[in-house]
Antibody
Framework: EEQLVQSGAEVKKPGESLKISCKGS????????IGWVRQRPGKGLEWMGI????????RYSPSFQGQVIFSVDTSGSTAFLQWTSLEASDTALYYCARRKKIPGRDAYDIWGQGTMVTVSS | DIQMTQSPSTLSAFIGGRVTITCRAS??????LAWYQQKGGQAPNLLISRASILETGVPSTFRGSGSGTEFALTISSLQPEDFATYYC?????????FGPGTKVEFK
């Protein structure tokens, strides 16, 4: 079964750093872009950007450029989303999602279960 | 940046009813448009890509249409499991902007 499994919920204080993970299985991890999506409590989906596991080519939404860092460990079939200094406004559910590789139909077909990040003093 | 809008934001309908959700792009995006369904507490589920192509396993009661800047998702006969929030998304190599979502509620 093709799936993405994300790391567990996190509770952090403002200013702390954090790295959450997204592990792929059931398919060749390096063959598909991995995207990250934020969903604040009670709000809609926000696309943060994508990363190509093959060479770590990362593309960030302007809203998230400089705020987060994407990385991958292809040997472990895992993508990461990282913050160096969290803010309360980062409190949200974060999803990773696989982008299909069918030209023109390359939307996001496999989603992780989400990682809830709570930032509070 | 291309902006995506959806209307209505909330929609009330009966089981068996027909509903249409509209999505508009601020620029021509051809058919680089997907529709997702999200139920409470769950990850989004891809329904349609390339504006009108149903994903495997999606009921034929769902239909996507449109190109350029105007798109629509139609559910021809609402089932209890269809009550959810629906998002459109423009996708390409540098973007994945979502619309704000449309919540379909039971009337």
């Amino acid at each position: 079964e093709e799936q993405l499994v994300q790391s567990g919920a996190e509770v952090k204080k403002p200013g702390e750093s954090l790295k959450i993970s997204c592990k792929g299985s059931g398919y060749t991890f390096s063959d598909n872009w991995i995207g990250w999506v934020r969903q604040r409590p009670g709000k809609g989906l926000e696309w943060m950007g994508i990363i190509w596991p093959g060479d770590s080519d990362a593309r960030y939404s302007p809203s998230f450029q400089g705020q987060v860092i994407f990385s991958v460990d292809t040997s472990g079939s895992t993508a990461f989303l990282q913050w160096t200094s969290l803010e309360a406004s980062d409190t949200a559910l974060y999803y990773c999602a696989r982008r299909k590789k069918i030209p023109g139909r390359d939307a996001y077909d496999i989603w992780g279960q989400g990682t809830m990040v709570t930032v509070s003093s | 940046d291309i902006q995506m809008t959806q209307s209505p934001s909330t929609l009330s309908a009966f089981i068996g009813g027909r509903v249409t959700i509209t999505c508009r792009a601020s620029e021509n995006i051809n058919t680089s448009l997907a529709w997702y369904q999200q139920k409470g507490g769950q990850a989004p589920n891809l329904l349609i890509s390339r504006a009108s192509i149903l994903e495997t396993g999606v009921p034929s009661t769902f239909r996507g249409s449109g190109s350029g800047t105007e798109f629509a998702l139609t559910i021809s006969s609402l089932q209890p499991e269809d009550f959810a929030t629906y998002y459109c998304q423009h996708y390409n190599s540098y973007s994945g902007t979502f619309g704000p979502g449309t919540k379909v509620e039971f009337k």
